[in-house]
């Protein structure tokens, strides 16, 4: 009976069942908030699924760790329309510490690939400036704790640093 429905899928094949579900429970005007990583085309297929009964899918990925979303420490980048965005602003608020509109449908999803690619440059730099340090025979306490403030330092450097230091790499 929600108005507003936040979904987090790990396929696209549950994207597909969810969109399939809501459509035929037919709640028009009802906006869903999609923030999984998937294909635009696939959310394309689900926003034109679920339009066909008047509901409103945006494409609303996130940016953040879990580490992150249990501190509500996520970032969303939102795309589709305007206004059933404007509605959500209040929702997004709840579990993230920002939000961006990016335009059209997609733009979301855009934004993430671009952010994938930047964090995982992120994660293998902080990685290797790690092993620089620790060959060299520096702490990887003292790593941490000195560049965390410095030039060198990134978001990635700071929320994974310390799981470096902990030699944990399961998160």
């Known amino acids: 009976g929600a108005g507003i429905i936040v979904c987090s899928l790990p396929s696209a094949a549950a994207l597909g069942a969810v969109a399939a579900e809501l459509a035929a429970a037919a709640r028009p005007g009802a906006v869903v908030v999609e923030t999984s990583t998937l294909p635009v085309a696939v959310k394309e297929a689900a926003r034109q699924r679920l339009a066909a009964a008047g509901i409103t899918l945006l494409d609303c990925p996130l940016s953040g760790t879990g580490a992150q979303a249990r501190v509500r420490d996520l970032v969303v980048y939102a795309s589709g329309e305007r206004s059933s965005f404007e509605k959500t602003?209040?929702?997004?608020?709840?579990?993230?510490?920002?939000?961006?509109?990016?335009?059209?449908?997609?733009?979301?999803?855009?934004?993430?690939?671009?952010?994938?690619?930047?964090?995982?440059?992120?994660?293998?730099s902080a990685a290797e400036a790690f092993v620089l340090g620790m060959k060299a025979g520096l702490a990887p306490a003292a790593i941490y704790e000195v560049q965390a403030n410095g030039a060198g330092a990134s978001r990635m450097f700071q929320v994974r640093g310390p799981m470096m230091v902990a030699g944990r790499y399961d998160d």
Do not use: D, P, Q, T
Request: glycine share 12%; proline share 0%; net charge positive.
């Open 89 to 124: 602003k209040a929702v997004l608020e709840g579990f993230s510490r920002s939000h961006h509109y990016l335009g059209e449908f997609g733009n979301g999803s855009k934004m993430k690939y671009v952010a994938n690619l930047l964090v995982a440059i992120h994660n293998v």
